[in-house]
């Protein structure tokens, strides 16, 4: 899977199928409040649209399949997909005094129905349309989902994007599997054989319920506390010049730096192990020695993402399941990565053991007076070997897609895929940044190299 700007791609033209989603009953209200994500999320687009501001909060995703597919199948899968999953046929809209309400679609009212859009020679127009369609399809009030497929003899692109306030990696590499499984069924005339999902509601209701009972003392807090008993408290900042003020929001860009093939990020793991932690103690370790080297500042902060999907049966449900929660550590005065990874470690597992502390409560809670928080910066570890489908990302050609986006800070992706392991970066989009962030990052990827004693990255990253 590749992370990529839908401006960054150009996909190969053909004719264009859409399937848009409909319905023969009315929207139903329901009472369960919006996740403080989804609440943060929603917010700060409305106040992008009213400032007139452009932005494209969604996430998409697009995959190959082999041969001139059939749209008639394709909007069968879509339509079963739509139906079995909350998240694709439920929303909240904001009312009139800015206030949150959600609305819910019947499963059995759920319709999707195929539309040809036109067929496409040039790839940058083809690119426009889709970017188009999807910020229109998105930004709408009602279910956000929009798919389609661009159609060609020997291959077929299979697209779909949808409000990032109702999905996340996870959801959509679930979508990349389902969608292929519920297809070839439609093929053969056949329903597919899944289990009941459950929804994503019921975790909201079960978020705000927890929240409300938290309180600047609760020892659910320990770490939030902690992580804001620094000097300055707020978050930190990137050890490099961004050019702007750090509470402001600028429109952002995104870059990608290629870390490990697939045969050195296993070779990596192993040292890591050796030396008493994981993966993902490895990077963090490496960022700090980083920031200790430029910023001569020993004590690591810094946000990373979790999943709040608790139990196995957590794991097939769709949405935005996401939560920040702090790491900080110290690092030792033993020089080097082997030392820092056990302390990272450590702080990387106490992190985890709070995913289900809300941020936004947190920090309502405990942060310094004035702190702001929209797209707080973050530092986040995926591994994405395991993941549905994950063994053909590579023939299938997946891809996560975003649009235009905002940044006040640095956010970091580290992402392990079976033939590779990245870096992916998003950024303010200053002449300044551009030249300090990839400073920065290429020397952590020379840290992380550097401990198993590898050189320079070959152009391609080798197969599993």
Not at 32 to 47: E, T, Y
Not at 111 to 137: C, N, S, Y
Not at 139 to 163: E, N
Not at 448 to 460: D, E, K, N, Q, V
Request: net charge negative; charged share 20%.
């Amino acid at each position: 899977m590749h992370m990529t700007q839908l401006l960054d791609h150009l996909p190969a033209p053909g004719e264009v199928v859409e399937f848009t989603l409909g319905a023969t009953f009315a929207p139903r209200p329901h009472e369960v409040p919006a996740s403080l994500f989804q609440q943060g999320h929603l917010g700060l687009a409305r106040a992008h649209r009213q400032a007139g501001r452009t932005q494209s909060p969604w996430v998409a995703l697009s995959f190959e399949l082999p041969g001139r597919a059939d749209p008639g199948a394709l909007a069968e899968a879509w339509q079963g997909l739509a139906r079995r999953h909350e998240a694709y046929r439920s929303w909240y809209a904001h009312e009139e005094d800015g206030t949150l309400r959600g609305h819910l679609l019947p499963a059995e009212g759920i319709e999707v129905r195929a539309e040809k859009a036109g067929a496409f020679t040039d790839p940058r127009a083809l690119r426009q349309h889709l970017h188009r369609r999807i910020d229109e399809v998105t930004a709408a009030p009602g279910p956000g989902l929009l798919a389609g497929v661009v159609l060609r003899p020997h291959s077929s692109t299979v697209w779909c994007a949808i409000d990032h306030a109702y999905t996340d990696g996870h959801s959509m590499a679930l979508v990349f599997e389902e969608i292929r499984e519920r297809y070839a069924a439609a093929l053969r005339g056949e329903e597919p054989a899944l289990p009941e999902a459950p929804g994503y509601l019921a975790l909201n209701r079960a978020e705000a319920a927890y929240a409300a009972g938290l309180t600047p003392h609760s020892p659910e807090l320990d770490t939030w506390r902690e992580f804001f008993a620094t000097a300055d408290g707020g978050f930190p900042a990137f050890p490099g010049d961004l050019g702007h003020d750090s509470d402001e929001l600028l429109p952002g860009t995104r870059l990608s730096l290629p870390v490990f093939t697939g045969t050195e990020a296993r070779a990596f793991r192993a040292h890591c192990a050796r030396n008493g932690g994981g993966f993902a103690a490895g990077m963090f370790a490496a960022l700090a020695l980083v920031q200790r080297e430029l910023a001569d500042e020993a004590a690591y902060r810094v946000l990373t993402a979790v999943s709040t999907r608790a139990s196995p049966r957590d794991l097939r449900i769709h949405g935005w399941l996401v939560n920040l929660v702090p790491l900080a550590f110290t690092l030792p005065g033993t020089p080097g990565l082997d030392a820092a990874v056990p302390v990272a470690q450590q702080a990387f597992q106490r992190a985890r053991s709070r995913y289900d502390v809300p941020l936004h409560r947190a920090v309502e809670l405990l942060a310094p007076a004035g702190q702001q928080l929209r797209i707080p910066p973050m530092a986040s570890y995926l591994d994405g070997r395991s993941a549905p489908g994950a063994a053909d990302y590579l023939d299938r050609e997946v891809r996560m897609l975003t649009g235009p986006d905002n940044a006040s800070g640095v956010s970091i992706w580290f992402n392990w895929f079976r033939d590779r392991a990245e870096l992916v970066v998003s950024m303010p989009d200053t002449p300044q940044a551009a030249v300090s962030v990839p400073a920065v990052l290429e020397r952590a990827v020379a840290v992380l190299r550097g401990a198993i004693g590898a050189g320079p990255l070959p152009p391609t990253a080798d197969p599993v």
